[in-house]
Nanobody, 120 residues
Framework: QVQLVESGGGLVQPGGSLRLSCAAS????????MGWYRQAPGKERELVAH???????KYGDSVKGRFTISGENAKNTVALQMNSLKPEDTAIYYC??????????????WGQGTQVTVSS
C-alpha cells in the first residue's frame, strides 16, 4: 500500500508564508503526478497545484503568482511554498498523488490533510 504524509500546516498572519511538504512511501513503481488540493468549510474541493514527474506544473487561478510547487523525484516528495497568504487561503490542504505500484495497479492516493489558517 501507499501512504502520503503531509507536514507544515499551521496558523499564520495575512501576508505571511508557510511551506507544506508531502512524502509518498510504499510499493511505488512511479508517480505520474503529485500535488495539493484544498477544501474550506462549505466549499468544494479545489486544485491548488500539482506537478508531473517530468516537471510540468499547474496552478489554481486563485494561487497563481503566490504559491510555488516543487518536487524531489528521488525522495518521492513535493513541497508547496505559500507566500502572501490571504484569509481566503484558510482550508484543509490535502496531498494527492497518482501512483503506479509494482503490481501494475494505479492508485489515486490522498493524505490525511493539514490545516492552514490565515488570520490576524
Amino acid at each position: 500500500q501507499v501512504q502520503l504524509v503531509e507536514s507544515g500546516g499551521g496558523l499564520v498572519q495575512p501576508g505571511g508564508s508557510l511551506r507544506l511538504s508531502c512524502a509518498a512511501s510504499g510499493s511505488i513503481f512511479s508517480i505520474n503526478n503529485m500535488g495539493w488540493y484544498r477544501q474550506a468549510p462549505g466549499k468544494e474541493r479545489e486544485l491548488v497545484a500539482h506537478i508531473t514527474n517530468g516537471g510540468s506544473t499547474k496552478y489554481g487561478d486563485s494561487v497563481k503568482g503566490r504559491f510555488t510547487i516543487s518536487g524531489e523525484n528521488a525522495k518521492n516528495t513535493v513541497a508547496l511554498q505559500m507566500n502572501s497568504l490571504k484569509p481566503e487561503d484558510t482550508a484543509i490542504y490535502y496531498c494527492n498523488a497518482l501512483i503506479r505500484e509494482y503490481s501494475g495497479s494505479y492508485y489515486n492516493s490522498w493524505g490525511q490533510g493539514t490545516q492552514v489558517t490565515v488570520s490576524s
